[in-house]
């Protein structure tokens, strides 16, 4: 039944490699995680680079490890030979017969079900799988969901999420052609950097988007991007009646990340009531558009009452459906550090110290902040400096920390003010993780 389609997304079956693009830095994840009986589940916002993660990670299957070609299934549940049985599950069973029938595999089978949400019962048939032996089963998908309580508590645990966000900086430099393999050649090529610092600041870490040159394409492919997640992922799957409310909202915010808000506020500026401004707010962050960034306080009743900070899951994105006829090029900015911490697994807050002063990031672990970070684009005039630097030395002050960090766009040096240890670091050192 299904055996045309399987032949024809598996053409690695002949022992041929897929041609792999930049590599992931998640893929070192990958590789633990196949060690291990658990599902992983690759989950991002569309276009991130998952399917591509997913084929790389065949590549190291066949290349590293041997696995023989036709032990490996891979299957876009999104191609439309599947589109009329996506509310039959037993349909995903039959395809998987059609495979053993075709391939007859020894030994463990890896099983790569891309967009595995397109079929509305799909974590039964996944269950069952993984409950069999001599299967590991790799699943893609472009929300949250494959996070969710119901998810979770139907697997108990069996699942490792791996998170793939668009292109990081360093992925970002490695597709316009600079390799980056020590601290040497980043201080070689930083002259380079700052300048890629800027177009990645403008144009985001989209994996398409690095290939094209105009800047008018890069945007209308951008808001296409976006308006596909809004019109036919969002709107359908949570039954939204004015899609256009849904658009308007996610535009305002976009453009106006890093910013505060409220939803009474938003209520206000976009006509809705609160109820549904949360609930649209909800939607944005399940299928990653949006992040929400919580005031760090120990009462969540008083994290709840604080005012929350937004960011985009892109900033060329955000620039490219944002109402903004000016860059704000220090938002774009701390939105890309926010995004950095993100990848690299922090429990974030923004700080806001006992005399109303504002600290962009504090980290949280072990029921404690860890470290405080600022973002200034420009500390170049004392002003500026003085603003930014005793905000973070004010609140380290207040967490009982001795070191703090100010990420800068060109900037670099150390402080030490009333005994606290300040950090000047440049953005392009920090994103590639160079900063230490």
């Known amino acids: 039944m299904f055996e045309s389609v399987i032949v024809d997304q598996n053409p690695h079956w002949d022992g041929t490699l897929y041609q792999e693009g930049v590599p992931r830095s998640l893929l070192g994840k990958v590789k633990e995680y196949l060690d291990l009986p658990h599902i992983i589940a690759l989950v991002g916002v569309r276009r991130s680079g998952k399917s591509t993660l997913a084929r790389q990670t065949i590549n190291l299957l066949m290349r590293d490890r041997g696995v023989p070609p036709r032990n490996i299934l891979f299957l876009s549940l999104e191609q439309p030979r599947f589109s009329r049985y996506r509310n039959d599950v037993s349909y995903l069973e039959r395809a998987y017969e ?20 397109f079929f509305t019962e799909w974590q039964l048939f996944v269950k069952a799988k993984y409950e069999q032996k001599h299967i590991k089963l790799i699943v893609t998908g472009s929300n949250s969901h494959l996070l969710s309580s119901e998810f979770i508590t139907l697997l108990s645990g069996r699942a490792l999420p791996v998170e793939v966000y668009p292109f990081a900086f360093a992925e970002f430099a490695d597709a316009r052609g600079v390799q980056l393999p020590d601290t040497v050649a980043v201080t070689k090529e930083r002259n380079r950097l700052r300048g890629l ?100 306080a120990f009462s969540v009743k008083e994290q709840i009452k604080s005012p929350k900070k937004v960011y985009a899951i892109d900033t060329g994105m955000a620039g490219a459906v ?54 200034a684009h420009q500390v170049g005039d004392e002003k500026t400096r003085h603003r930014e630097v005793r905000s ?45």
């Open 98 to 117: 059609d495979y053993l029938k075709l391939a007859a595999p020894r030994e463990t089978v890896y099983c790569f079900l891309d967009e595995v949400h």
């Open 197 to 296: 610092l800027d177009e990645y600041l403008r144009h985001g870490g989209f994996p398409e988007i690095c290939d094209i040159e105009s800047p008018v394409i890069k945007q209308e492919i951008l808001v296409m991007y976006a308006r596909n997640i809004l019109y036919q992922d969002i709107a359908p799957r949570f039954a939204v009646k004015k899609a256009v409310d849904l658009e308007n909202l996610f535009f305002y915010l976009a453009s106006n990340i890093a910013s505060l808000y409220s939803y009474n506020k938003l209520a206000g500026l976009t006509g809705l009531n609160d109820k549904t401004v949360k609930e649209y707010l909800g939607y944005f962050s399940d299928a990653y558009l949006l992040f929400t960034l919580d005031s760090f």
């Open 322 to 375: 944002g109402f903004s006829f000016s860059e704000n090029l220090g938002h774009l900015l701390e939105n890309q550090v926010y995004l950095e911490l993100k990848r690299r697994g922090h429990e974030l807050y923004y700080y806001r110290t006992g005399n109303g002063l504002e600290v962009d990031f504090a980290g949280f672990s072990g029921g404690k902040i860890t470290h405080l970070t600022q973002v």
């Open 392 to 436: 973070l030395v004010r609140a380290l002050e207040e967490t009982g920390l001795d070191q703090g960090v100010v990420v800068t766009h060109e900037e670099e040096g150390e402080l030490t003010v009333d005994g606290k240890h300040i950090i000047l670091t440049p953005a392009y050192r920090y994103l590639l993780g160079d900063d230490a």
